[in-house]
């Protein structure tokens, strides 16, 4: 027998775990087993609530996990070639020991430990390895992030599936039950590092400094790849997992004739704020208290730039969280935000961005299927001239920005390089510039407060999603002209997160396997 009971109540009995348990156990008689299923804070009205889902099961527990890790030996097994070691391409691997095959994977950056030497040079000194950094290294992009994990897929077993996985390789399993899951930064490298313990323990490779610099056609078909240090890799079929930022990857493609697209994408600033300012915002109330998380929010709204509307749209938001240096080449200036598992940081840090599409890109238009990419890149280009030819970032008050004056002085701010105090008008394209002011005035109706000199802009924020997209079969997964190419993960343009990514890759060494395997 199983029963779902539902509870509103305050935060200081809900997220307190010793008052919860008490509060339970005077509801549930007997023998009955109970589990938390679902908690997620209200804050719509004054008060804030949370609405918790609970499970009661007298002996087997219906909502147990299912995933169990694969115990196969796939050693002496077909290979499939996975290039890139983010959660799509991690994914992709544990989808193969499942299906019997053997993933190599072919990583240019390090693992997860060593990677953080190069972020703290990145941080410290200014210094970006093409190789290894924010972006590229084991786990991918998602590893010093904050590690959330929401999607818009709405198929609930692929994402349970994925949450699981995530649970059995070490996360918490509050993943399971809050509306809004996330992991955090500080934790996420253990959960890397035991997948990575489970492919190897099975006989699969990982192959670390190792970047991927050419591809091995013959008649249409794609028979594996080669390595900057000259060596060959061949394999049922290639998943190319390579991400948004490895823009050389992109540059082989089309070297090759393997037809590529420019993508919509998206790109702006990221705004910071004290969390006390969004705390009371999104809680109305001078302070969150003892036992409420530090406030998140999601913004978005439309403006009108020489008559063309263009959404402006918060993105990746972190509450408690850092600003970080996210280039992944020398030359160029990119910030991203991450946060640890707690939150707990002074700061709330967000993606401002502005939608940008094809048609946007007139004076790229030359560049043909790079244009999205170019314009990228001269941004970044742009604000690395602007932030001083390091990795200091230009910033301005957010106010300020607003009414186009230079900030005087600037506030603290969580991003450890170093800012800049600059008029952002001065290097970012007109009607980027124009489209954020405006947007930013809208938050500031629609959330009194928002729109203060204590929160600052830093920038540019541009690695939102891939500005070119890999096309494949619909039904296949495999690349619609390249045989054997499977273009996956957000890199491709088939996810936009950790989750989305993970769900990608699975699907994609399923189709693989499935065409290929005899
Ligand atoms: C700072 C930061 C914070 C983020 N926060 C979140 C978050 O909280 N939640 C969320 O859902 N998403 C977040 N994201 C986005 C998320 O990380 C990505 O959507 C996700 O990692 C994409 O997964 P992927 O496997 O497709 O590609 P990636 O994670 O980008 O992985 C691609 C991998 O391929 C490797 N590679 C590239 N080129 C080559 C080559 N030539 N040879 C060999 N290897 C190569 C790279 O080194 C990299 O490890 C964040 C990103 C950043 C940068």
Known sequence: MSKILKYRLKPEIALDEEAFEQFISAKVKGDTHWKLLKRSIDARSRKVQVNVEIGLYDQEDPWAIEYQKPSEDVSGKPEVIIVGAGPAGMFAALKCLEMGVKPIILERGKDVRARRRDLAAINKDHVVNPDSNYCFGEGGAGTYSDGKLYTRSKKRGDVR????????????????????????????????ADIRETILSRGGEIHFDTRVEDLIVQNGVLKGVKTASGYTFEGLGVILATGHSARDIFRLLDRHKVKIE???????????HPQTVIDKIQY???????????????????????????????????????????????????????????????????GIVVAIENEDLEKYENNGEFRALNFQADVEKAAWRAGGETQVAPAQRLADFVSNKQSQDLPECSYQPGLNSVKFSDFLPESINQRLKNGF???????????????????????TSSPIHIPRDRDTFEHIELKRLYPCGEGAGYAGGIMSAAIDGEKCAEALINQYLK
Request: hydrophobic letters at 35%; charged letters at 20%.
């Open 161 to 192: 599936r994925i949450l699981e996985m995530l649970v059995t390789y070490g996360s918490t399993e509050k993943i399971l039950v809050e509306t809004h899951p996330h992991i955090g930064t500080n934790k996420l490298p253990k959960v890397i």
């Open 284 to 350: 109305h109330c001078d302070s969150r208290g003892e036992y409420l998380p530090a406030a998140a929010y999601s913004l978005v709204t439309q403006t009108n730039y020489q008559e063309i509307r263009r959404g402006v749209f918060s993105f990746c938001m972190c509450p408690g969280g850092f600003i970080v240096p996210a280039a992944t080449e020398p030359g160029e200036l990119v910030v991203n935000g991450m946060s640890p598992s707690r939150r707990d940081s002074k700061y709330a840090n967000s």
């Open 441 to 463: 005035k809208d938050f500031g109706n629609k959330s009194k407060g928002y729109l203060t000199n204590e929160a600052l802009i830093v920038g540019v924020e541009s690695r």
């Open 262 to 272: 420019s993508k919509p994408f998206a790109l702006g600033v990221r705004v910071e």
